[in-house]
Nanobody, 115 residues
Framework: QVQLVESGGGLVQPGGSLRLSCAAS????????MGWYRQAPGKQRELVAI???????NYANPVKGRFTISRDNAKNTVYLQMNSLKPEDTAVYYC?????????WGQGTQVTVSS
């Protein structure tokens, strides 16, 4: 069983920054990939960024150069640093991991980019 708890969302003006955190409990954290996803109202959930157990990263095109995913295995935590935020980044952000073919999701944290 894996539990994921996101935090760090909020309201920010365009051009601002936020850092999201996702704390994981349960089984061994360090060897598993972790991902950040988002879902805007009326849209499908989409991948934002992913980091493997050996720190390889991949980003969706809309966030490349603005967002950075990282992990601290000592704290069982993955982060998403979001800079130069745009109104179209407004969404609920979720972290996700997979264990033995099962997907585990956090409860989500709301990010709203608005002036």
């Amino acid at each position: 069983q894996v539990q994921l708890v996101e935090s760090g969302g909020g309201l920010v003006q365009p051009g601002g920054s936020l850092r999201l955190s996702c704390a994981a409990s349960g089984s061994i954290f360090s060897i598993y990939a972790m991902g950040w996803y988002r879902q805007a109202p009326g849209k499908q959930r989409e991948l934002v960024a992913i980091i493997s157990g050996d720190y390889r990263t991949n980003y969706a095109n809309p966030v490349k150069g603005r967002f950075t995913i990282s992990r601290d295995n000592a704290k069982n935590t993955v982060y998403l640093q979001m800079n130069s935020l745009k109104p179209e980044d407004t969404a609920v952000y979720y972290c996700k991991t997979d264990r033995a073919g099962m997907a585990y999701w956090g409860q989500g944290t709301q990010v709203t980019v608005s002036s």
